[in-house]
């Protein structure tokens, strides 16, 4: 069965979302035609006097930036979700609107305009962390916010339109899509059987150790079985955890290990400084249990075959459903070379 993954064309199946993917692997194979690009040789300054998220320099808004000298964490000054948006609702036939609100905040990983979280040292991300910790707690316990979602794009291919290094953090009044699949596939199975889903995700990819890039003693770095885009990874605690408010003494550091193991193995891939967009996923904050969690962080990057090669979502897969050509084997095993 393994072999037939690697040579035939097949589906597998997402448990996360209840979705599938078509995995070609015999199309790995077929030479490149398409676009190429060059490789980007700039070096960015320690501090840029021009950057809006730099330390002492003035935003957009008109409002100075501290001299921070870690992490700084500010609301966005060109929020997408609106804090007083007025209350409303649609409801024309099959017209259908909803009002939403919530808060969006920035999130500055560090004062270093050059770098990157794979630059930064882990106890430097651990910090990160805890910023997130803040904020999520924070964020969560307010009225009206039911759910944040923690997340950084990385690179201008993923439109990211500021490089110094940052995320950001969009809390709202309503699951979002992705979530929302996410919480009734694990509802369902711990209500079936008072078991983690991811936990028992984990104990199979123990076995079979083909998709598994790192580990530390709490967290596994991980290319899931059912992948999209051809580097993707995820960042599971060993542990059942429902949010990161549930990391214990150095659990903390350990996350920041293994987010600083795959930022650095990616870099190294392609020797670039690799793009994604990462996140993520942990219990509402709407006052429930929510024991059925198993927060996670994935990563989802662009490239395909090199630096200037990348994935692109058409055709079929926009049409039909996401395809991918190099297997999450393979691209597992061409990251843990790299960690």
């Known amino acids: 069965m393994k072999t037939d993954l690697q040579d035939y064309s097949h589906k597998r199946f997402n448990i996360l979302t209840g979705e599938w993917v078509l995995v070609s692997p015999h199309r790995a194979k077929r030479p490149w035609q398409g676009q190429n690009e060059e490789i980007s040789k700039e070096i960015r300054p320690a501090h840029d006097p021009s950057c809006y998220l730099c330390a002492g320099n003035t935003r957009i808004n008109g409002e100075l930036n501290p001299n921070y000298e870690d992490v700084f964490v500010f609301t966005n000054d060109f929020a997408a979700l609106q804090k007083d948006s007025k209350s409303f609702q649609v409801n024309d036939g099959l017209l259908q609107a909803q009002s939403e609100t919530g808060i969006c905040k920035v999130i500055c990983f560090s004062p270093d ?81 008072k078991h983690s889903l991811l936990g028992d995700y984990l104990a199979q990819e123990f076995k079979e150790k083909e998709r598994i890039i790192y580990e530390n003693d709490a967290f596994v770095v991980i290319v899931p079985f059912w992948a999209v885009w051809p580097f993707e990874t995820m960042i599971v605690p060993k542990r059942h955890q429902k949010n990161i408010l549930e990391l ?50 994935s990563f989802y990057p662009p490239l395909l075959r090199s630096a200037t090669v990348k994935k692109f979502m058409v055709g079929y897969e926009m049409f039909g459903s996401p395809q991918r050509d190099i297997t999450a084997e393979v691209a597992a095993k061409m990251l843990s070379k790299l960690v």
Do not use: R
């Open 113 to 193: 305009h050059s770098k990157s979280l794979a630059d930064m040292s882990t106890e430097s991300i651990e910090k990160v962390v805890f910023a997130w910790q803040q904020e999520y707690k924070e964020l969560g316990g307010k009225d009206g916010i039911n759910y944040v979602q923690i997340f950084e794009n990385k690179g201008a291919v993923m439109g990211c339109s500021n490089p110094h290094p940052h995320g950001q953090i969009w809390s709202q009044s309503t699951l979002p899509n992705e979530v929302d699949k996410k919480n009734s596939a694990q509802l369902e199975y711990y209500t079936n059987t």
């Open 248 to 297: 214990k003494d150095k659990e903390t550091l350990l996350f920041a290990d293994a987010i600083s193991a795959i930022t650095k193995a990616y870099d190294k891939l392609f020797n670039t400084s690799f793009p994604y967009s990462s996140g993520i996923h942990q219990a509402p904050t709407n006052g429930e249990d929510n024991n059925h969690w198993h927060w996670h962080m």
